[in-house]
């Protein structure tokens, strides 16, 4: 079982940054965000699969960027040129593997105000 702790939501201006931040308490192979607003579903924004392997939506491509620390578990979402459509709640999504069986694990959301 891995826990998945966010961190960095906040209000923001039109054009400013956030960071978000999120640790887990395993290892993962794969870290993800995802972002909902209120009677969607939730969508996929970006992704790193072990160091290096990112990739993101087309609607932050440009403007976001993924990382980790595998020393601490933690992954990262740095939010840049943010526009009110950024609004969401985020939330870190983790896949484990364990005896070739795919883990997936949820983070309890952190909210993202734009403001224009």
């Known amino acids: 079982q891995v826990q998945l702790v966010e961190s960095g939501g906040g209000l923001v201006q039109a054009g400013g940054s956030l960071k978000l931040s999120c640790t887990a308490s395993?290892?993962?192979?794969?870290m993800n965000w995802y972002r909902q607003t209120p009677g969607n579903e939730r969508d996929f924004v970006a992704g790193i699969i072990g160091g290096s392997s990112t990739n993101y939506a087309d609607s932050v491509k440009g403007r976001f960027t993924i990382s980790r620390d595998d020393a601490t578990n933690t992954v990262y979402l740095q939010m840049d040129s943010l526009e009110p459509e950024d609004t969401a709640t985020y939330y870190c999504?983790?896949?484990?593997?364990?005896?070739?069986?795919?883990?997936?694990?949820w983070g309890q959301g952190t909210h993202v105000t734009v403001s224009s």
């Open positions: 395993g290892r993962a192979s794969a």
């Open positions: 999504h983790a896949v484990t593997v364990t005896d070739g069986h795919y883990n997936s694990y």
